[in-house]
Each structure stands twice: as C-alpha cells, then as structure tokens.
C-alpha cells in the first residue's frame, strides 16, 4: 500500500494525473486502499497524516466521480475510542488518536464528494502480501529467529484475513453497496491471542510469545521517549449488515485463514 501513497499524492496536486489514468484503463471501481497505517508514527505530524490519509484520498475520488467510477475507501475501527466494542456501523464514532481521526475525516471527505462511495471499516488486517509487513509477519519473523515478542492482552479487535476481506469488498461492489459496512474475520481476540496461534499453525515454541499489558507498554515508551499513539482496549467491529447483505460469505477463523495461507501461499513466505 505504500508503494501507491505518492501517486495518490501526486494525484491529488495534479488532478491531470488520475484524469489520465482513469482515461487510460477505463476502470469501474477504484479501491482506495493506499494509506499512512503506522499508528504510532502518525502522532508526529497530524497534518501530513491527515493530507495522506484523508484529503489527497477524497480528491482522487473526487475525479473518480466525474467518471462514473465506484469509489471504495478501506476504513479502520480506530474511528471508535474502544470503551464498549465491538461496533455496529451505526455506533457513535469518537477516535481517540491522528489515525483514527484521519481515516474518519477520510470516510467524511468521501462521502460528500461521491455519496455512492462504498466504505470498507476492517482492522488488523493479516494475510499474503509481497512486502511482509503486517502483523502475521513479524510475529513469525520473529519466532522463527527463536526470538521473543511480547504481544498486548488487553486489546482486542477482530483480525481480518487478507483474502477474506478483498473477497468481501468485491461481493458488496457487485451488490451496488454504498455506505458503511464492516468486513472482518469471525473472532475477536486479542494480540496475544492471535500470537500464539500463529506459533502453534506453525509449529514455534508458544513459550516465546510473552504477555504484555498496554499500560506497561506505554510505560515503557515514556521512559525511552518515543511517542505512542493512545488505543482503544474494546476494539472489533461486527459484520451483522455485511452477513446479511451478503448472506452465503462466512469468514474464516484465524486458525482457518493460516492453514489456507500456507496452503495456497502467495507473496512473501509466512516463515
């Protein structure tokens, strides 16, 4: 996804540029899926985050409009402030960090420049990528090196696989969805959790993944001086509008979704 931020950025400067590529490839849908996601590292520059995450975003849907293209915008469940998830679509949002208010401004810009957007909430997405950089990844990068990690046990959230979603995400375009829908996996856990699945999947030593509250987390950060974006400890959405719209999909469980990946692998290797 960063590969795509500075033509999206470009883009935005220099409206000719998606005007050109939407002439070019004649697309019917556009999947604005290109986002700064480093939650920790959009805390040192509210401004940039925002300009990337939500305004260059909403000008390319903007153009996109003008064509008639469907507009789709992958959202997060960090618009909520994580006191009482998981989330209907329909729940008051209240973001508790520049992430999250980025992305919610995004899904605001969009919705009034293309009403008939179609806005994707998902969150702790995992799966086949040829970066391997999401959490799947570093987790088993690290247990495979015989190295600890140590993972929250009082966040959780609902991880979304990677194929799950994208299958999702082209049902409800087909379907002429517009709106708000949440499209994740089928658990909620937290990280800890997900961790040790992943050793157990993959036959590591689930003695190397050590527990970790947030509050010690924080902590920590504080006394090496790193910034450290504030979180919702009950995040997760919940997929009641999207199993309804889309009545035969069933997503995978996390333990599902490992054996799939490394039964059908793509990108870079789940070590």
Not at 97 to 109: H, P, Q
Not at 144 to 166: H, K, M, W
Not at 251 to 266: F, G, N, Q, T
């Amino acid at each position: 996804m960063k590969s795509a931020i500075p033509f999206i950025l470009n883009a935005a400067t220099t409206p000719n540029k998606i005007v050109d590529l939407l002439t070019a490839t004649r697309p019917s849908t556009l999947y604005l899926c290109a986002a700064s996601t480093w939650v920790d590292g959009c805390e040192a520059d509210e401004e940039s985050t925002v300009h990337v995450n939500a305004v260059a975003p909403a000008l390319v849907a903007q153009v996109a409009a003008t064509f008639g293209v469907k507009v789709v915008l992958f959202s997060t469940d960090y618009v909520f402030d994580g006191r009482c998830g998981p989330y209907l679509e329909t729940d008051d949002v209240c973001p508790v960090n520049v992430y999250g208010r980025s992305k919610l401004k995004a899904e605001e810009l969009i919705s009034d420049v293309c009403p008939s957007a179609l806005i994707i909430r998902t969150t702790v997405v995992y799966g086949p990528e040829d970066a391997g950089k999401n959490f799947a990844y570093h987790i088993c990068t690290r247990l495979s090196q015989g190295e600890t990690v140590q993972c929250i046990t009082d966040q959780f959230t609902t991880p979304t696989y990677n194929r799950d979603l994208a299958e999702m995400a082209v049902r409800l375009v087909n379907e002429d969805c517009s709106g708000i829908y949440n499209c994740v996996g089928d658990e909620r856990m937290n990280r800890h959790e997900f961790a040790v699945i992943l050793a157990e999947e993959l036959g590591y030593d689930t003695r190397l993944v050590e527990s970790i509250t947030t509050c010690d987390l924080e902590s920590r950060a504080q006394r090496e001086g790193r910034l450290m974006a504030k979180r919702g400890l009950n995040l997760g959405l919940l997929m009641s509008k999207t199993s309804s719209q889309l009545p035969h999909f069933q997503a995978r469980s996390v333990r599902e979704s490992i054996k799939h990946w490394l039964a059908h692998p793509r990108g870079k290797l789940l070590q």
